[in-house]
């Protein structure tokens, strides 16, 4: 028996990545997942986003755990598609006990040169998709008055970054929503923190872009050339695995993490020493 037996967890941006991880470890932990993706390109990226065959294998590894898995196609940018995804958790499982807001994007340009497309594609999917998923569900935890909510953030948020402040400012924008959500329903035995790691080995990195991003003074790097360089630093300096952020979800959307409310927890392998 898992301690989120009979629990129901929609989960965003969980075809691939950090939301494919949370997807498994909460399944394994019993809970039965809905689980939503746009799975589908978005221009001006400089990485491929995840497909209906992610999508789909996702639902495959859940139900391989003994849990039920519905996989639906949505864009979180969009108040109505978000509506529709928590309807469907609340056909098919009567209840959402669970949300890990966890769709995002990634993609550099520095401010100055910053179209505004950019910008904007940005704010829509990491932020305002952020409280589009909040919206969605958390009037049905409200009147059942539990639930646990998590956001996915980033270490960046809180230390701004090279050309990729429109990420940093999404990131940020997120820990304030978090943290005031989490005052708002409070009194309805609801939690709702962040999570903010710093560099997850998914593909939202992993790539050519970022690898000419860190390593600017060589030509074509590649992600050997990325890794050797990390993997020549500490030894708890190297890129966290998607599992390990999702161990901290199970502690945060479990009752042993009821007292983490308005938090937001690092995960950035020493990162966050030099910030406040």
């Keep these: 028996m898992g301690h989120l037996d009979d629990r129901v967890a929609v989960i965003t941006g969980g075809a691939r990545g950090q939301g494919r991880a949370h997807a498994l470890a909460l399944a ?6 809905v689980v939503c993706d746009i799975a589908a390109p978005l221009s001006g990226l400089p990485y491929e986003l995840s497909t209906p065959d992610d999508l789909a294998e996702t639902a495959a590894l859940v139900e391989r755990t003994g849990r039920r898995c519905v996989a639906v196609r949505a864009d979180v940018r969009s108040l109505e598609q978000m509506r529709t995804v928590a309807e469907r958790a609340l056909e098919e499982f009567d209840r959402i006990d669970i949300l890990i807001a966890n769709a995002g994007i990634a993609s550099n340009s520095p401010v100055a040169e910053m179209d505004e497309q950019l910008w904007q594609d940005m ?5 305002t998709g952020v409280f589009h998923s909040f919206r969605a569900v958390v009037p049905h935890m409200i009147e059942r008055r539990w639930g646990r909510v998590v956001a996915t953030s980033s270490i960046v948020a809180k230390m701004g970054v090279r050309n990729a402040a429109h990420y940093a400012a999404s990131k940020w924008g997120v820990l304030g929503l978090v943290k005031s959500l989490s005052l708002e329903v409070a009194e309805y035995g609801i939690t709702v923190n962040a999570l903010l790691p710093s560099g997850v080995d998914t593909d939202m990195i ?7 991003l860190m390593m600017p003074d060589k030509e074509n790097p590649t992600k050997e050339d990325w890794m050797a360089i990390i993997e020549s630093g500490p030894p708890n300096g190297d890129l966290i695995q998607p ?4 161990e901290a979800v199970l502690l945060l959307v479990s009752e042993h993490g009821r007292h983490f409310n308005g938090e937001a927890v690092t995960i950035s392998c ?4 030099s910030t406040s």
């Design 28 to 33: 394994n932990a019993g809970a039965d997942i």
């Design 123 to 127: 704010i829509d999917t990491n932020l």
């Design 206 to 212: 992993q790539n050519p872009a970022t690898w000419r």
């Design 243 to 246: 599992a390990e952020v999702a």
């Design 270 to 273: 020493g990162g966050s020493a």
